[in-house]
């Protein structure tokens, strides 16, 4: 076993950038930073992406038995008389060999011949089992997708200011034992002078779901004994406050976890406003879910008098 101090050295450094005010890793969301995980950057990569390396593969396997092949080409029989075998027959040997096709016309004469196609026999078994495994994976994977607000408001309810964001199923496919996280990641001055990034937890109003199928409305009361109490839009700014949203259920139709992730920094709050009304009567009895109002925001009517972040001392509306 390795020791821990040598598995630390192979952690890369990352960049941060500073985006709406939080810090996040560069490219932190691009499926190529799994390059060095074969399996996990197989399964990240584009459809199109995956084929193009499938495809690259299994040509680069052939032209590596082709040049095997080449030491002795008068080893491989089944050439019409007075005819020489090239190398592209060669290579389309080899690729009948690989995929396991044996069409019977060209067929090993030699020892050497024979341990080569014996080796390219086994390793095209296990390719056929690998690539088979890594397409049955892709297919296999919940094709469900949540979509979150793209701000998040700081609106009253019940009497108490409340942060409110929505969260809805895009293909409309049902989820399942859905749970909902909400945190507060942000910077905290210790007494030796050093800064620490803590984690907070927001309790929300309702933090699961029996059945996820269209929308969500997500609610954390802004009381005195929240993380957010006391805390303005400069407050949040200073101090690189972020709320952190985690998401799981299970897909209905596929029994598979799902998992979903996003934030919101300072930039995307929107104090003393308050979302707009998603439903629209069509008739008597037609009720419209309106998806194009998902982001709208409107002003609170009548304004408040007071900040909705209680001993705030500002907060930017």
Not at 233 to 254: K, P, S, T, Y
């Amino acid at each position: 076993m390795r020791h821990p101090a040598e598995r630390r050295r192979q952690i890369r450094s990352v960049r941060l950038q500073r985006q709406g005010g939080v810090l996040q890793a560069e490219h932190f969301q691009r499926w190529h930073r799994h390059w060095r995980e074969p399996y996990r950057f197989m399964l990240a990569i584009p459809w199109p992406g995956f084929l193009l390396a499938i495809a690259a593969s299994f040509l680069l396997l052939n032209l590596a038995f082709t040049l095997l092949y080449a030491l002795d080409l008068g080893g491989i029989g089944g050439t019409p008389m007075g005819q020489t075998l090239t190398l592209l027959d060669a290579f389309f040997f080899s690729v009948q060999t690989l995929s396991t096709i044996g069409y019977g016309l060209l067929h090993p004469t030699s020892l050497w011949v024979n341990l080569v196609v014996t080796v390219e026999a086994f390793l095209g078994l296990l390719f056929i089992a690998v690539t088979t495994g890594l397409a049955f994976a892709r297919f296999s994977r919940s094709r469900a997708r949540l979509l979150f607000s793209r701000v998040a408001t700081i609106e009253p309810w019940q009497g108490c200011p409340t942060l409110t964001f929505r969260v809805a199923s895009v293909r409309q496919t049902s989820l399942v034992d859905g749970r909902i996280q909400a945190s507060l990641a942000i910077d905290e001055d210790c007494p030796d002078g050093r800064t620490m990034r803590r984690i907070v937890p927001l309790p929300l109003v309702r933090d699961q779901s029996i059945s996820l199928q269209l929308m969500w409305t997500v609610m954390h009361r802004i009381d005195a004994d929240s993380p957010l109490h006391g805390l303005g839009r400069e407050d949040l700014e200073r101090r690189h406050g972020e709320i952190v949203v985690a998401f799981q259920g299970i897909d209905e139709i596929l029994l598979a976890p799902v998992h979903f992730r996003c934030s919101y920094g300072a930039g995307d709050l929107r104090f003393e406003e308050r979302f707009s009304d998603m439903v629209r009567m069509d008739g008597p009895d037609s009720i419209c879910l309106d998806f194009s109002r998902f982001d709208e925001t409107e002003p609170l009517d009548p304004p408040l008098n007071q900040p909705l972040m209680p001993g705030a001392p500002g907060h930017g509306a």
